[in-house]
């Protein structure tokens, strides 16, 4: 079964660092996403891309974030300089428009970010 | 500010035994809503999709959508301690790749 893929599984870095979190979304799929979760807290919305840009971003996504999709697979998450607060599990999903225009999202097995 | 709602738990029920679970939601012109499972330190994990008014069954989950009480539940019928997990609502607008916006999920456990 297709499914979505992040790399790493965790990722430790020193405040300021800059750190690259990857994912590989369901081949067909058109839609692309990222989410955080900080622990003990709800899945937030960061960005969602489309058609080679960013379609919808929230708040939380500032500056010093940015996605790319490098090539025809990858879709990565950039933090230029990373907080103690980005601490928090990312999330990567992709979904395609189904009949009726409805869509589902499907969710990689995250990025586990620690900064110290 | 767009809401969803959910008792955070948590639910216990016996082995076998209906968990119902409940999710409200703010916006009035959400069109989307959906079920995802999560485990602890794991991703979240579709289970349901419901996208029009009245019930929707898949084996031993039926979601329910009531959009005039902007109000959407999860049954899971036979409980089985596999289904021990966080239960997350989440509610998509009209946009067709629209965010997901998640409840902070209801912490079910069922008792063997």
């Known amino acids: 079964e297709p499914e979505v893929t992040q790399t790493p599984s965790h990722q430790v870095t020193q405040m300021g660092q800059e750190v690259i979190l990857r994912c590989v979304p369901i081949?067909?799929?058109?839609?692309f996403y990222w989410y955080r979760q900080i622990l003990g807290q709800k899945v937030e919305f960061l960005v969602s891309?489309?058609?080679?840009?960013?379609?919808?971003k929230s708040e939380i996504f500032d500056d010093q974030f940015s996605v790319e999709r490098p090539d025809g697979s990858n879709f990565t998450l950039k933090i230029r300089s990373t907080k103690l607060e980005d601490s928090a599990m990312y999330f990567c999903?992709?979904?395609?428009?189904?009949?009726?225009?409805?869509?589902?999202?499907?969710f990689g097995q995250g990025t586990r970010l620690t900064v110290v | 500010q767009k809401e969803v709602e959910q008792n955070s738990g948590p639910l216990s029920v016996p082995e076998g035994a209906i968990a119902s679970l409940n999710c409200t939601y703010s916006?009035?012109?959400?069109?989307?809503f959906f079920w995802y499972r999560q485990y602890s330190g794991k991703s979240p994990e579709l289970i349901m999709s419901?996208?029009?008014?009245g019930d929707k069954e898949d084996g031993r989950f039926t979601a329910q959508l009531n959009k005039a009480s902007q109000y959407v539940s999860l049954l899971i019928r036979d409980s089985q301690p596999s289904d021990s997990a966080t239960y997350l609502c989440?509610?998509?607008?009209?946009?067709?790749?629209?965010?997901?916006?998640f409840g902070q999920g209801t912490e079910l456990s069922v008792k063997p």
């Open positions: 916006d009035r012109v959400s069109q989307s």
């Open positions: 999903a992709s979904s395609h428009p189904e009949e009726g225009g409805n869509t589902e999202a499907f």
């Open positions: 891309f489309y058609n080679n840009e960013i379609s919808e």
């Open positions: 081949s067909n799929h058109l839609y």
């Open positions: 989440a509610v998509k607008g009209y946009n067709q790749g629209g965010k997901l916006i």
């Open positions: 419901i996208y029009s008014n």
